[in-house]
């Protein structure tokens, strides 16, 4: 069975502090992970991609991934209202006919 | 340059009537999925193609359900004797490969009557 999985939250945050939301996927062989951002009633963004293992670093966002432990975070530096939204992680099983595999995702929220 | 684009945004339709979603991916994207998200749920995944292969149709919920996709390009998503609990955001979303990036529509808003 591919799994993705990740705290539904809320995980509520002050204006300015650093947000942390975390996966866990169950396929030891997954190539590729994917972090998209949704707000309500919109359609999920691409906000971070990462393959090898490390940190990847874009402007305010941070992906870290560590496959060993089948682990993929999303940090969010100086963290703004606008960052309020739900997060989803998708991870590239590459196995099985459907690939691509999204968790439930965490909502957000950045409070003022 | 031209993302996913989906057609209805809208479609308001009484139960029992069949509808089809459309689904233009980005040009030379050979990977197309389609979604399914309620209200404050997260992605449920339907059906997968890829290139010339058979499509992954295991997430369709019933053999209602049906989708094509004509040259490996447009797909269309139809779905027969519509009932309430069809009602949901549908998303289309395309790559340029099966490992990269997929890119979503702006969706279908079905509401079933």
């Known amino acids: 069975q591919k799994e993705v999985e990740q705290n539904s939250g809320p995980l509520s945050v002050p204006e300015g502090a650093i947000a942390s939301l975390n996966c866990t996927y169950s396929?030891?062989?997954?190539?590729?992970f994917f972090w998209y951002r949704q707000y309500s009633g919109k359609s999920p963004e691409l906000i971070m991609f990462i393959y090898s293992n490390g940190d990847k670093e874009d402007g305010r966002f941070t992906a870290q991934l560590n496959k060993a432990s089948q682990y993929v975070s999303l940090l969010i530096r100086d963290s703004q209202p606008s960052d309020s939204a739900t997060y989803l992680c998708?991870?590239?099983?590459?196995?099985?006919?459907?690939?691509?595999?999204f968790g439930k995702g965490t909502r957000l929220s950045v409070i003022a | 340059g031209a993302g996913v684009s989906q057609s209805p945004s809208n479609k308001v339709t009484e139960k029992g009537k069949d509808v089809e979603l459309r689904c233009d991916p980005i040009?030379?994207?050979?990977?197309l999925y389609w979604y399914r998200q309620s209200l404050g749920q997260g992605l449920e995944f339907l059906i997968y193609?890829?290139?010339?292969?058979?499509?992954?149709k295991s997430g369709l919920p019933s053999d209602r359900f049906s989708a094509e996709r004509t040259g490996g390009s447009v797909s269309t998503l139809t779905i027969q004797r519509t009932q309430q609990e069809d009602s949901a955001v549908y998303l289309c979303?395309?790559?340029?490969?099966?490992?990269?990036?997929?890119?979503f529509g702006n969706g279908t808003r079905l509401t079933v009557t």
């Open positions: 040009s030379g994207h050979t990977a």
């Open positions: 193609f890829q290139g010339n292969s058979a499509p992954d």
């Open positions: 396929d030891r062989g997954s190539q590729s």
């Open positions: 998708a991870v590239n099983m590459n196995s099985g006919n459907t690939p691509l595999v």
């Open positions: 979303a395309s790559s340029l490969s099966s490992n990269s990036p997929l890119h």
